[in-house]
């Protein structure tokens, strides 16, 4: 849509219902584009090209972050499960308190990778938002 037809005012309210399943799809794809669902209708009624707003860049990183935090889950899940199973069997070994200092790392590092995202993803929630 141009600035033009952004300017014009609105008066006109209308309402309609919707399944569920019809509703929800409607959400998605008026947030894949990064629209309204109001602008979204009005740019589907009035037949102009919806673009999506989103960068391809943007969302390979952030499926990348997630395929690296799951690995790093299995990671410190698979310490820990050491960890049990040394403490079962000789619960005077030392090696317990060096595999918790490790699960500890992962932890705080898997943490603090996933805050760093979080904090992206906001950041880039709040420039689509103004943007629209």
């Not at 602008?39 to 999506?52: D, N, P, T």
């Not at 972050?65 to 199973?85: L, M, P, R, T, Y």
Request: no cysteine.
């Amino acid at each position: 849509m141009s600035n033009q037809e952004e300017e014009v005012k609105r008066t006109k309210w209308i309402s309609f219902r919707l399944t569920e399943e019809e509703k929800s799809l409607m959400d998605y794809n008026a947030s894949k584009h990064g629209y309204s669902r109001s602008k979204y209708i009005r740019s589907a009624v009035m037949g102009y090209k919806l673009e999506s707003k989103f960068d391809n860049s943007v969302l390979k990183v952030i499926l990348e972050f997630v395929s690296e935090h799951k690995a790093q889950g299995v990671n410190i899940n698979q310490v820990a499960k050491k960890i049990n199973q040394i403490s079962k069997s000789n619960p005077d070994d030392d090696r317990i308190s060096d595999l918790s200092k490790d699960i500890i790392e992962l932890y705080q590092s898997s943490d603090n990778r996933a805050m760093e995202m979080v904090k992206t993803m906001r950041v880039l929630r709040e420039y689509l938002n103004r943007s629209k």
